[in-house]
């Protein structure tokens, strides 16, 4: 059949292309596969309130369309068996009749041929399912491009570029940095800062936090202002020396949207050194505050307390109350990490911090549980007594998960255990099936062995020589 022409294909392709950021090859492959469906859908119209649809989601498995962007337009082809006789004529074609056109044609051989339909039968419906297949692909393949050229990103920071806003989220044009197109992505309200001001085109640092594979309207990168992943990436900009791996990052609590708009953004930052002459506070901090302020100024004035972490859990948690200064730290519970912290009555507000911030923070960036209390109220009998009840209480709480583990693990064993034994009492047909196939050769070949050695042998057993005098008598 003719070629169905589509005028202006090469400039649709084109557009397409631009307006979509995607390889024009990939256009193509989206087209034939929307003008394939197209097909399928004009097929199965011929039987509309004529009979029962005789297409299976394979039937058409055999044919593809071919571009012509030379001449503008498209065909349908389809890839037939040469048979003696014919029994679909979508997927056979009779030997007798290929021969006419090849003499050296032979049963089994494969043709394709030209089954494009004229472009007045096409029909609204197929022409429509075109329509829609087709931005459905191109949206399959924008997402697909996009899983690939961030998914894998070694620096999960970006510079986005704020396009518009969206209910209470900020869309913003990022890009990969690997010389292809920006894309946009979406910045949640509770990933946003407080103090910063989304206006149109501006520029900000934001953590690339997810590359969404769920189908959905709108972006599919969600990028944050608030992940510590960000704070972590500034410092690492910021300071040499933790480039050059002699300062290192232990922890990071950031608390970037507090409960209260009283209390303000803040994140500690535990660092630690690898040689024993670099001060890794210091190396944080620069030379008059000079790099710790650059990190400051990016993330719109959040207060930064950058502390030392050390080994000693008493230490470690005195310096994760700066600027408090602490008196003395009891490790109370050790197994628990529960931990009291005693400090002067002029140092008590600033250790909790404004709306208990300080101590919050420090619990995060430590892992232990903090109590501060008052060094010239603090009775150490008294706290013991009730230390000792929530350990007898957690230890409590321990055994009776434990036995419920236990309890658990013996009813999963019993439970296994009466499962085996009726299978082998009533075997399963597919277990049969895999007994069978498992040992079912092996078996025939034993028993042919067996019979073989037992005629040869000339060996007799005591007992089977008594057995056979008895016989014979």
Known sequence: MALVLLPGLSNLIEDISEEKKLPPQVVEAALREALLKGYERYRRTLYLGVGEDPFDEEYFSNFDVA??????????????????????????????????????????????????PEKEDFGRMAAATTKQVLAQKLRDQQRRMIQEEFADLEDPVLTARVIRFERQSVIMAVSSGLGRPEVEAELPRRDQLPNDNYRANATFKVFLKEVSEVPRRGPQLFVSRANAGLVVYLFENEV????????????????????????????????????????????????????????????????????????????????SLSPARVDVVRLVDPVGQHAHVLVPPDQLSLAIGREGQNVRLAARLTGWKIDIKNASEYDQASEDAVVAELIAQREQEEALQREAEERLAAEQAARAEEDARLRELYPLPEDEEEEKDEYGDEAVEDVVMFEGEAADTSEVTPESSESTEDGAR
């Open 67 to 116: 571009l012509d962007l030379d001449e503008e337009g498209y065909r349908v082809l389809a890839s037939k068996i040469i048979v003696d006789e014919v029994e679909s004529e979508d997927h056979q074609i009779a030997l007798a009749e290929v021969m006419q056109v090849a003499d050296d044609a032979q049963s089994g051989d494969t043709v394709v041929l030209d089954v494009t």
């Open 240 to 319: 040499p020396e933790i480039q050059e791996g002699s300062v290192r990052i232990v922890a990071v609590a950031r608390e970037a949207n507090p409960p209260s708009r009283s209390v303000g953004p803040r994140t500690k930052v535990a660092v630690d050194s690898i040689e024993r002459e670099v001060d890794p506070v210091g190396a944080c901090i620069g030379a008059r505050g000079s790099r710790i302020q650059q990190v400051v100024n990016e993330l719109r004035g959040e207060k930064i307390d950058v502390i030392r972490w050390s080994s000693d859990p008493g230490q470690y948690i005195a310096n």
